[in-house]
């Protein structure tokens, strides 16, 4: 069962251009997001994360929005650049419970030069 | 550099055989995760654990066990090896048990011949 989901394995954008990479999720219980990079033979990478108090959320390139009510979430990178190219995993986290993230398959972005 | 150190990078081992792997957290980090990474899959979660204490379990085998000491560090213990067990294995640490961001070590490729 998979509760986060990246249906975009892959995704091809131009230098210059905006990335938008979308992550579902099924499990109402989630209230923080991550958004992580990761290049090969690397450990992921911290990105920007967001509370679901919140719809949005900034940093520098990185924005990524909340869809409580569609249970969805995006990551928007402008402008794009070719060393943004890596694979790009979206992680949620329940606040009660047990406490664990819980990690999309990923989408491949290439930024093409 | 996360601040997360992972040790063995990289372990080369027979079926059957028994491995520990190392992961020691960024300074003042509580919470300890384990994850698995096999060819290019998602992050599947393992196990985490909080100032000493299991806090949640994903779909870790039985075969595998891990602990947090007093120093904070922790160890996976992977035993009875299989092919299938051929993965990467992050850990990654948090300075609380939810709500924040998680920081990963650069990962641990284990190879089982």
């Known amino acids: 069962d998979q509760q986060v989901k990246q249906n975009s394995p892959s995704l091809s954008v131009q230098e210059g251009r905006i990335s938008i990479l979308n992550c579902d999720y099924t499990?109402?219980?989630?209230?923080?997001f991550l958004w992580y990079k990761k290049y090969p033979a690397e450990g992921p990478t911290f990105l920007i994360s967001?509370?679901?108090?919140?719809d949005k959320n900034e940093d520098g390139r990185f924005t990524v929005f909340l869809n409580k009510s569609a249970k969805h979430l995006s990551l928007h990178i402008v402008p794009s650049q070719p060393g943004d190219s890596a694979v790009y995993f979206c992680?949620?986290?329940?606040?009660?419970?047990?406490?664990?993230?819980?990690f999309g398959t990923g989408t491949r972005l290439k930024v093409l030069a | 550099d996360s601040g997360v150190t992972q040790t063995p990078k990289h372990l080369i081992t027979a079926t059957g055989q028994r491995v520990t792997l190392r992961c020691s957290p960024r300074?003042?980090?509580?919470?300890v995760y384990w994850y698995q990474q096999s060819l290019d899959q998602g992050l599947q979660f393992l196990i985490q654990?909080?100032?000493?204490?299991?806090?949640a379990k994903g779909n870790i085998l039985e075969r595998f066990s891990a602990q947090q000491f007093p120093d904070l560090h922790s160890e996976l213990n992977l035993s009875s090896l299989e092919l299938g067990d051929s993965a990467l294995y992050f850990c990654?640490?948090?300075?609380?048990?939810?709500?924040?961001?998680?920081?990963f070590g650069q990962g641990t490729r284990l190879t089982v011949v």
């Open positions: 990654a640490s948090s300075v609380q048990a939810m709500n924040t961001e998680a920081f």
């Open positions: 499990n109402s219980m989630f209230d923080y």
């Open positions: 967001i509370s679901s108090i919140k």
């Open positions: 992680a949620a986290s329940p606040s009660s419970g047990t406490y664990k993230y819980i």
């Open positions: 300074s003042g980090d509580l919470s």
């Open positions: 654990y909080y100032n000493g204490e299991e806090r």
